[in-house]
């Protein structure tokens, strides 16, 4: 059932709020135009050490046997890896033999929703109508009910927990690439994590279910609770209902898998094991490292399967172009809400009359995108200029050129004009 809350705002509340909400909006202007600037520097700056980088790459050949020669060199190699490490997960007594192994815990919660509708009142004032709903999901993190706005959820939508866990993850510290050893940051890029499919011990099923009967919610079957929590029971665990239930890779705490419950939790394993890979890396002895480009910036990749050089310093490149357009679009959107947020109080103002505040506030909204636009492309015109010179000329000349067009067609049009009156008499 839904939960309605309604609350009034005063005009003068709302002014001050809105007067308030300008130093956060000269901040976003100011943030939003920092990170335009940096970004087009950064862009530049990583397709320089790209290009540098690109220009002094060899071929490592053989993986198989280290190549002295080619120590403190930038390399390109693809080969397969290989690793003797047994990864772990200890609660659950997992072990295997791979790169990485990944335990994710989700919690079946009760999950507040909300929807807000505002409405301008005569004379400036606002109401708010708030409706909150509340669905069982599967959710990352337990869910706190005690801060749920309905007054009866802690009887209606109470969340509890079988058992508290956080996501795990273990990898190997041994990754061999042919001769080479990787080390821990190519380690983490490698990629492929398939689900892992998971048996539990007698002992660690039995220990499971004494920990989870212990701290069952008060809907459980009281003979869990009681049967496992009685040291002299003469019950054997093995006759006892079984809250831990394993089905491929998936773990489920729970009375009953089948129709979960608040509280129940749910685990997810999943293991990447070793595979064909491809780098970019400069080799130090039997290992290697980033390289550091004369400008600073480092360059290292590892790819998932075998590609060439010439693709994996493309697909570099593309990436460096990718993160340069969304971080564009980032600090061009917190320039137009800091605009918005510095243009707040005038729809405040003429939010005496409704309908008139719905108009100003539209219009400022306009404004704000405009201006944001503008601004945008002014900062990034100038940035070029600064770390792409060529290309900033190049954007002032053809603006300068379409300016001056739109000059003189206006000119032949007057002059047209005037041709085609008539003549005065004097």
Do not use: C
Not at 339 to 351: D, G, T
Request: glycine share 8%.
């Amino acid at each position: 059932m839904a939960y309605t809350e309604t609350t009034s705002v005063g005009f003068l509340d709302r002014l001050g709020s809105s007067f308030r909400g300008i130093i956060v909006g000269v901040v976003l202007i100011v943030a939003g135009t920092v990170l335009l600037w940096w970004n087009e520097g950064d862009f530049v700056a990583t397709r320089d050490s790209l290009n540098e980088a690109q220009a002094i790459t060899q071929e490592l050949g053989d993986i198989n046997t280290v190549d002295s020669s080619k120590n403190g060199v930038l390399v390109h190699a693809s080969g397969p890896t290989s690793t003797e490490d047994i990864v772990k997960d200890d609660l659950f007594g997992i072990t295997v033999n791979a790169v990485r192994l990944e335990r994710k815990v989700e919690f079946y919660q009760w999950v507040e929703s909300s929807k807000t509708e505002t409405k301008n009142k005569l004379g400036g004032g606002q109401e708010k109508v708030t409706t909150y709903t509340y669905s069982q999901k599967w959710v990352n993190s337990p869910v706190n009910s005690s801060s749920f706005k309905d007054p009866s959820a802690n009887t209606n939508y109470r969340n509890t927990v079988l058992m508290t866990l956080d996501n795990f993850r273990d990898q190997a510290r041994n990754v061999s690439f042919g001769a080479y050893r990787l080390p821990e940051f190519m380690i983490s890029s490698i990629s492929g994590a398939t689900s892992l499919n998971v048996t539990l011990s007698e002992e660690t099923m039995a220990r499971l279910n004494k920990q989870l009967a212990s701290r069952a919610a008060q809907d459980a079957p009281r003979t869990v609770v009681e049967l496992y929590t009685n040291e002299s029971s003469e019950e054997t665990p093995q006759s006892l209902p079984s809250m831990v239930h394993v089905s491929a890779s998936t773990v489920m705490l729970s009375a009953s898998p089948s129709t979960p419950q608040i509280g129940d939790v749910r685990i997810t394993f999943s293991a990447t094991y070793p595979a064909p890979i491809s780098i970019l890396a400069k080799v130090v002895g039997n290992s290697f490292e980033a390289y550091r480009a004369s400008n600073g910036k480092t360059v290292s990749r590892l790819d998932m399967g075998t590609h060439s050089l010439e693709n994996m310093y493309g697909d570099a490149h593309s990436s460096n172009a990718t993160i340069t357009w969304i971080l564009r679009l980032v600090g061009t959107i917190l320039i137009i809400v800091g605009l918005k947020m510095i243009m707040a109080p005038l729809a405040v103002l003429a939010s005496v009359i409704p309908l008139l505040g719905s108009i100003v506030g539209a219009g400022a909204g306009i404004v704000s995108i405009l201006l944001g636009l503008a601004w945008s492309l002014v900062i990034i015109a100038i940035a070029w200029l600064r770390f792409r010179p060529v290309m900033g000329v190049i954007m002032l000349v053809v603006a300068g050129g379409f300016i001056a067009l739109l000059y003189l067609k206006g000119r032949a049009r007057k002059a047209a004009a005037k041709a085609q009156a008539p003549a005065t008499q004097p």
